[in-house]
């Protein structure tokens, strides 16, 4: 199963740095008779260090041969798998390398028969998993491999569907080929932290395993790739202290100092059984005690109840439907467009005004979307049409979204919201009153005031400790450093409105601009945590703590560093 080029350096098997393999064969191998498996061994990176660690264990090379078992698609790889183990002097190792799908070995070894009303089992289990699973993304997953690798997930009794990448189903089958006392070890994408498609195996993890570690790091750890990866680690043998603790350290080099026994000293946290969101572990148990506490909070509103939250214009080629007044005015398109706002950057303030939409024009910024009528291209006025027929002859019509549409030249669903929502964050999350009669691109969502609620209500209300907090841990963060709200995200925020009419948006605004985020939240914390919710000052500064300290720890992913 190859991998997308963008993916390459998170190919299972094919580069793993040395420090982390070592970490986690040492970890997850107990004895010298621990039976590994590698499902995606790559060219050997993983099983060489496996092998190491049972022969420090006490195995003998003999044994060893028969105790690391791999699966590995690509035959010149399962090839250099054993040549590395031959190398260490283990012996018979191309019999224990499937070279094939892993999903299929997945099946082979999980099959079972009745015999005289007894369960058989024709497969093996394994003492220990370790793996580095090819991170493909759904739209290059391979139908042949993906049926598979989903037959296996529903056998787990998980519901994959076509948003699923491909590590999920790894990670739910080894687990299957663990046996009741078992330790798994991987390397996983953060995504499982806070990726809706991840959500079920969240579930299923914290169901599996009665205890699981997460090892982060501070830094990138694969050059040139912004993709964050954890360490999994789970056991299936730790009824007597049970729970989930995330240990993080600067970056993969660590690993080679830092000892296992360290764990004890991390704090274990009680496991949330659901799909929630696993951001909050980054949190200690007092702080996600807190939020759990307040969610279901009778003066709370779920932000759904007040607000519509969609994706902005989707232009399919905003290099041709966006446009600069200079541009409006060389094509003279001025009596087509409408108004818009087309970078986050331009809403600075909570509170968008025709002045801030004339500073982005006069700036010779993108202010303007092409609004073609419904007609035919015939039927387009002279200036539309010469317009049109530039971008023909540059091909524009010939992309996806643009040859889809009946007119290709006509954006679909172009509408005026009553307010903007960041989609990418960098600083805090914010709803923006629009009072310019503008749209926005798909880089801001549209928001829609529902219910008979009052807007400046709602967008004064949205800015709060609380609010932030738990904003981090229902959006989803990358290496960059970004936190990403989907609309589905942001309508799940809690809101405490309770005393935001008290709240003056114009003051806030100002205070907003020139004196800071902070100096809002001390206005805004007081009136609809403590006033309106009734919160102490422990709570109130607890809730400010768990927001810094969540938003810190994503803007301050570092790349890799260098040697």
């Not at 054993?82 to 190792?93: I, K, N």
């Not at 964050?228 to 009824?239: K, P, S, T």
């Not at 092409?370 to 027929?389: I, N, T």
Request: net charge negative; aromatic share 8%.
């Amino acid at each position: 199963m190859k991998p997308e080029p963008s993916a390459q350096k998170l190919r299972g098997g094919y580069y793993t740095p040395k420090p982390i393999a070592d970490f986690l064969a040492e970890w997850a191998i107990r004895s010298p008779t621990t039976e590994v498996l590698d499902p995606s061994c790559g060219d050997g990176a993983l099983l060489e260090s496996a092998a190491e660690v049972l022969i420090r264990r006490g195995a003998d090379k003999s044994s060893v041969g028969k105790l690391v078992c791999g699966a590995e698609i690509d035959p010149q790889e399962a090839s250099k798998a054993a040549d590395r183990l031959r190398r260490l002097g283990v012996p018979g190792t191309s019999a224990q390398l499937h070279t094939g799908d892993f999903f299929a070995f997945c099946k082979e070894q999980l099959l079972e028969y009745e015999l005289f009303d007894v369960v058989v089992s024709e497969g093996r289990l394994f003492d220990a998993i370790i793996g580095n699973p090819p991170f493909i993304r759904y739209q290059s997953f391979p139908e042949e491999y993906r049926v598979p690798a989903f037959e296996v997930m529903r056998r787990a009794g998980l519901n994959p569907n076509r948003m699923t990448n491909s590590w999920v189903p790894f990670l739910a089958a080894s687990t299957l080929l663990l046996n009741e006392n078992g330790r798994i070890a991987m390397v996983i994408p953060a995504e499982l932290f806070q990726v809706n498609y991840a959500a079920e195996l969240r579930l299923f993890l914290s169901e599996h395993y009665s205890r699981i570690t997460l090892v982060t790091f501070k830094r990138l750890v694969f050059d040139g790739v912004q993709q964050e990866i954890v360490l999994l680690l789970g056991e299936r043998n730790g009824a007597e202290r049970t729970g989930i603790r995330t240990v993080e350290l600067e970056d993969a080099d660590d690993l080679a100092s830092y000892q296992h026994t360290q764990f004890s000293i991390s704090e274990l946290k009680p496991m949330d059984h659901s799909t929630e969101k696993w951001t909050q572990y980054f949190l200690d148990t007092a702080e996600i005690e807190l939020l759990r506490a307040l969610r279901p909070h009778p003066e709370l509103t779920v932000a759904g109840e007040v607000i519509d939250v969609d994706v902005g214009v989707v232009t399919g080629l905003n290099k041709f439907f966006v446009l600069t007044k200079q541009q409006t005015r060389d094509h003279s398109l001025e009596s087509y467009t409408g108004r818009l706002v087309g970078r986050s950057g331009s809403l600075r303030g909570i509170v968008f005004t025709e002045d801030d939409w004339s500073m982005i024009v006069e700036r010779n910024e993108p202010a303007f979307l092409l609004d073609a009528p419904s007609v035919g291209r015939d039927e387009l006025p002279d200036a539309l049409k010469k317009y049109v027929s530039s971008g023909e002859a540059q091909d524009f019509h010939t992309g996806y979204k643009c040859r889809i549409r009946k007119l290709w030249y006509r954006v679909p669903s172009v509408s005026v919201p009553d307010a903007f929502m960041l989609r990418q964050i960098h600083g805090y999350p914010k709803l923006v009153l629009n009072h310019a009669d503008a749209t926005c691109t798909d880089t801001i969502h549209r928001v829609r005031i529902r219910n008979g609620a009052d807007g400046e209500n709602v967008v004064a209300g949205f800015l709060n400790s609380l609010t932030f907090a738990f904003s981090e841990v229902f959006g989803r963060s990358y290496g960059g450093g970004v936190l990403e709200l989907e609309p589905n995200e942001a309508e799940r925020i809690p809101l405490p409105l309770a005393g935001a009419e008290q709240l003056d948006l114009v003051h806030l605004n100002q205070v907003l601009l020139v004196e800071g985020i902070d100096a809002v939240l001390d206005i805004t914390d007081q009136v609809l945590l403590k006033d309106g919710l009734g919160l102490n000052n422990a709570e109130t500064v607890g809730l400010r703590t768990i927001w810094q300290k969540l938003r810190d720890r994503r803007i301050n992913r570092k790349p890799k560093k260098r040697s």
